[in-house]
């Protein structure tokens, strides 16, 4: 299996993308962040696809660490995430270790050739 989710499994957005790719019988690999937190390889390969680091910047955890966070350079950055997994937008989706979403959008999500 070449499909891997990386994500928090009790996240509500995570669970629509898993009901999604689920009731197409998709196989995927669930890689839970908090069981397997991201190497800091993994959080730049998906900032390099996203754009940015891949922070959840509507979420909870980024609220409460938000100054804290945007004060350090983008090494430490990535070492925050690595360590404070419930920042990192959520779902990922990847094949063969290449980055097809970051986040869950159901239409796009129907479209992906798998």
């Given at each position: ?5 990386y ?14 790719l689920e009731?197409?019988s ?11 937190p ?5 959080i ?8 940015e680091l ?7 955890t ?5 100054d804290d966070?945007?004060?350090l ?7 925050f ?5 419930s920042m990192i ?5 990847e094949?063969n ?9 159901e ?8």
């Open positions: 299996m070449n499909l891997k989710m994500a928090i499994a009790n996240c509500d957005t995570v669970k629509k993308a898993r009901k999604n009731s197409r998709v196989e995927y690999e669930f890689v839970d962040f908090k069981k397997n991201p190497t800091e390889k993994l730049k390969r998906w900032a390099d696809f996203f754009g891949p922070v959840n910047k509507k979420g909870i980024y609220k409460k660490f938000k966070y945007e004060a350079n983008t090494s430490e950055k990535i070492k995430l690595c360590t404070n997994t937008k959520r779902p990922i989706l094949k270790e290449k980055t097809l979403f970051v986040g869950f959008d239409e796009n999500y129907n479209q992906l050739k798998l």
